[in-house]
């Protein structure tokens, strides 16, 4: 804000803030005179530091603010009470005007008690507006580190500028927070922090449980960092409870919801500076508000989880259901949309900025004929979303821009009047702020379906980070943050990309030139195509990867790298790995564009890895490829769904221009029972102990993987997998071999685990599936093949040589697997011949048409 960063006049030095808040350091341990409240018993020494959680302050006013700290000497404890006694305690709190506190303004006495985990939240007020001040607890003889707060501009003053973090999804990173350290050292009047501040587990249920995961967070002294940084307006999304709750409704059967919600409530208020209005009774937690930052800015807080209507459809990313339409679904409930409705006609700022929690822009994942969306987001709730978007056409309030969050990932995206007309009106400006540290898994269905809904002007799925926006009369400005390594103790931020709104014109443009290290397109060498999915990385000289990224749908990449001389190195299945070298003489953007050359005839090997989010295998596995397709084999690597038996298995798979889609294939399983229940699919029954490349190609690769079955170790099993030039499959032949003196009866297969968004199964003679993981069939194929896709168009398919008397399948939209029981005698061997296909079916009504094809061809 206007005279933003100083105090009295003076440069406010963030460095020696940092020194003073000791967010690294343990309390300071004061003499005689310590203060304590009122009849409250004084913390004893012999407890230990009990400001182990740090300090925070939040929802700044013009007059004052929140401050908050929880007594927590052992703030691990396993009964949630963070090593304190169950009973009350006093703590004085000092706000100053200064860092050494040579001019205190207010003091004041509180008790924490046990009832709210000894979390305190004093309502500080009386301040100045749009002012600098430090303030720290005390509690018996330890003084805790210092924080530093602003208040708002007073209503109705003129304000040059504002600067605010916009931050979400942080999950447990073990202790560092490469973002929240990068944040730390901004210069920021507040952060909006809008949900996922922690992830809920399936064991985080009682009060204790939820105290315990957030106290686990405040360990990490990044985070700490933070919140004395700033004051912090937060409101939370679903992992602070349970992933994807509506309302009263859990994501599945989960025994007493309400009083589930409840523990979580309580927690997340005691762990974060919160006013007493935002206090839960049991349930219930009243968290939407608007705050207001002089004329410039008005901010309007929503809580898109407590009083919504269920999910119409409960699947990660599905064909959107009808339900969607309802014009009686709600996302916010009919009081708190009445609210802010109220509050936007009311508004008199230049901006009005709507911080919530899901992606409010539409977007279709489908692409081909299709409308698929995540019916978590706005998408869902779709009559929602019209009202709100009729209400901003008819009352026009000032420069709306939304801020949201929960999608890990960065995205630019103009809110339009009709998503389905490009030249539509844009009514307001969203921008999506990546994760603190989750990862995005889901960024290749993003990019495939960017050419479908061309109101998304920037996606980024690669890093993580928080926004940086800045705001005057004039302009709104939004730098995306981000860093390398989320995780990383050290480590500096990057400006990933630029994006400004002029006053009176919604719609973001893109600041040229903005931001640091390399970037350019990736290419193939044969036809000049952009390539989407192409993993790049940066090599310095001393032979470290110093950042790593991936192509988007223009081919696009961007690199963080300082100054310096780096190898870049651009990676795809199908392709010739390729390398330039660049110098960078200062920070700035350098653009190196790279050719990569199609694979000649068929290869197999190891050094490369397949392009995208959901790629498992490294550089250690085996690579089969051609110029049509690529698949990855464990060598190495293991999935935690088949632990001990992955190596010889199919983890990666891709037709060229595409990325991966599999979770693995599991070629194959040798099951004294038969595969039944919601399991089924994961079987571990075979292991190979040897993979081996026994020709590297060109005119063909091979690579066999040797072992036996876990159930009866008397059958060797022997897989091999042959690739030729230009097909779009590659051959597999599994040998079981009895070498005992007793027959055998397996159940033998294979299982396909798709991941894409939209998945679904496909099996000849029963259509297209898409029952739900918890109810599996058996099916009769009607010809030996089974299939999976998604809205990818990639349809992957194992296709059987020969007919296999009693061959059955079993399936559910998440994944299938084929079942035939057989006998060996000993001495006798049985053999299983399939194809592992991947094609592009090109977005086609029917997506498994094409294996139905390859099937009938190859007879």
Known sequence: MSGGGTAHGRRFDRRRFLELSGVST???????GAMHSGTARALPPALGDPFTLGVASGDPLPDGVVLWTRLAPDPLAADGRGGMPAEPFGVRYEVAEDERFTRIVRRGAVEA???????????ITGLRPGRDYFYRFRAGTAVSPVGRTRTAPAPGTAVE???????????WTGGRYAAYRA??????????????YIYEGGSTRTLADFRVLHARYKTSPDLRAAHAAFPFVTTFDDHEVDNNWAGDIPQDSTPDFRALRANAFQAYYEHLPLRVAARPSGPDMTLYRSLTFGELLSLVVLDTRQHRTDQADGRFIAPRDPDALDPERTMTGDEQERWLFDVLAGSRARWNVIAQQTIMAFFDYDTGEGVSINHDQWDGYAAARDRLFAFLAEQRPSNVVVVSGDWHS??????????????????ATEFVGTSISSGCGWRDDVAAALGANPHVRFFDGDHRGYARCTVTPSQWRTDIQVVNDPAAAAGPAFTLASFV??????????????????????????????????????????GTVASTGSTDADGEYRLLVTAGTYDVVATAGCYQTATRTVTLTEDRLVRVDVALPRVTGAVAGTGKRLAGARVEAGESDVILENAALAMAVAAVTEDGQLLGTTRGKVLDMAVRGRTDQLDWIN??????ARPQGTEAWQQATVRYERVEVTEAGPARAVVRATGASTDFPALAVETTYTIEPDVSWVAAESLFRNTGSAPVAPWIG???????????????GHGTITTPYGSPREYSPSEPWIGMTGTDPQTYGLLYDANPAGLLAAATGNWVMSMLAVEIAPAEQFRLRRRIVAVDSGGAADPFAVLAQLYRAGR
């Open 183 to 196: 944040m730390a050292a901004d210069d920021l009047d507040f952060v909006v922090h809008v949900g996922d």
């Open 410 to 427: 960065s995205w630019v995206n103009d809110l339009k009047a009709d998503f389905a007309d490009p030249g539509s009106e844009t009514l």
């Open 501 to 542: 709104v002029a006053d009176g014109v919604a719609g973001a443009r893109r600041v040229d030139d903005a931001g640091d290290g390399v970037s350019g397109t990736v290419t193939d060498a044969t036809d000049g195509t952009p390539l989407a999915g192409v993993a790049v990385l940066a090599r310095a000289a001393d």
């Open 26 to 32: 343990t309390a300071v341990l004061l003499g005689t």
């Open 750 to 764: 294979d299982a396909i685990d798709h991941d894409g968004a939209g998945q679904c199964t496909g099996i000849p």
């Open 667 to 672: 070629l194959t399983y040798a099951s004294a």
């Open 161 to 171: 500028k504002l600067t605010f973090g916009l931050a979400s999804c942080q999950a």
């Open 113 to 123: 008690t046990p009832e709210l985990g000894h979390s305190v939240h004093p309502e």
